[in-house]
């Protein structure tokens, strides 16, 4: 057999294997993703924008989660900026991509005193608006905003942290100053009004911290021995490689579920730093300078995750969702803190973390 021969066979041989290959490739196992380990748990969420719709982001997306929520496009004052002027482009654009690919889509957040627009407070003067008024407007954005997104949104995180850190009981805000504790209630009662079947939440951070906790409480009884339509609560889960303890977290998810509530963990990260949670982390310049993901953190990051997904599954007849805030090490809210955190599952190049196989080794 001449050598030529010998070729054309070889590359002969070499194209029928790769087209048995090719043929046997759908057949393969497909690796599992965070959403399949916890199938029979909960579903597992991710806050996302609308620069994660494509390319490599959109599949780690759908490689991995069968939930979404908007970062900040559903917020008050980046879908209401104005009183007569709805935003809706970015918040459509996610709505679209969770209804298109079969996601679950949680609604992030009808009232938040951080983000709400200056014009909710004030009239045509320039005077604060009576409490008729700020309430008349808030039942007008409830309903617009929920009925706009009926067909997507399964729950609502409808207020957002209320209650106050220090030793104080209602946060002193805009609405809180001119509508006292009342717009709380009415919030819920305008959201059930818009859409009956949507699963309604109270979201706060620092629920792990007794003090807080217990205010937290106090105002859920309050308001469900009232009557008023709460179906969950919302533990924000901004927490870090010292903070929440076992036992906080445990207490926290037992009490608010003796209260007949939904719990689900609704912003997760662990920030590889030591500090207060909610993202108010202790800065010093040895802190701002840009750090390396080191050996440490990563030891004590895989620890932290491996201990809030054990707890997790230990109570799953009350949790009924887990949503991380943000995808990815590549981009993270708490880089904004004059230092590179990272807080997720998935590192700057997308690939699972020593703690993703923590929390999907059990």
Avoid at 144 to 166: C, G, L, M, R, S
């Amino acid at each position: 057999m001449t050598k030529r021969n010998v070729f054309i066979i070889g590359t002969l041989l070499l194209m029928a294997f790769g087209i048995i290959m090719t043929a046997f490739k759908p057949m393969l196992p497909k690796a599992k993703g965070l959403k399949d380990y916890y199938r029979n748990y909960f579903p597992i969420g991710v806050a996302i924008t609308p620069r994660d719709l494509d390319g490599t982001n959109k599949a780690l997306i759908l490689d991995q989660f069968n939930s979404v929520t908007a970062e900040n496009a559903m917020k008050m004052a980046p879908i209401h900026p104005v009183e007569n002027e709805y935003n809706w482009r970015n918040g459509d654009a996610i709505a679209g991509f969770a209804r298109k690919n079969n996601l679950k889509m949680r609604g992030h957040c009808l009232v938040w005193y951080n983000q709400a627009p200056r014009w909710f407070f004030n009239d045509e003067q320039g005077n604060t608006v009576s409490k008729d008024l700020l309430l008349k407007r808030l039942k007008e954005h409830i309903h617009t905003v929920v009925n706009h997104y009926k067909k997507d949104i399964y729950a609502w995180d409808v207020v957002n942290e209320v209650i106050a850190d220090d030793s104080t009981y209602f946060r002193n805000s805009q609405f809180y100053k001119i509508a006292g504790e009342d717009f709380v209630e009415m919030a819920f009662r305008y959201a059930h009004e818009a859409d009956p079947k949507a699963r309604l939440f109270y979201n706060d951070y620092n629920t792990e911290q007794p003090k807080k906790r217990d205010k937290i409480y106090k105002m859920l009884k309050t308001l469900l021995a009232r009557g008023v339509p709460i179906h969950g609560i919302g533990l924000q889960g901004h927490w870090s490689v010292s903070n929440p303890s076992r036992s906080e977290l445990e207490k926290s998810i037992a009490l608010f579920a003796g209260l007949g509530l939904d719990v689900q963990i609704t912003e997760l990260d662990v920030s590889v730093y030591d500090g207060n949670q909610g993202g108010q982390l202790i800065q010093n310049a040895e802190q701002k300078a840009k750090a390396e993901f080191t050996p440490e953190m990563e030891s004590r990051q895989m620890e932290q995750y491996k201990m809030i997904f054990e707890v997790l599954r230990k109570y799953r007849k009350n949790i009924t969702g887990v949503t991380f805030w943000n995808l990815s090490d590549r981009y993270t809210w708490l880089d904004a803190r004059g230092r590179k955190n990272y807080p997720l599952l998935f590192d700057t190049e997308l690939k699972p973390k020593k703690a993703f196989y923590e929390v999907t080794k059990f």
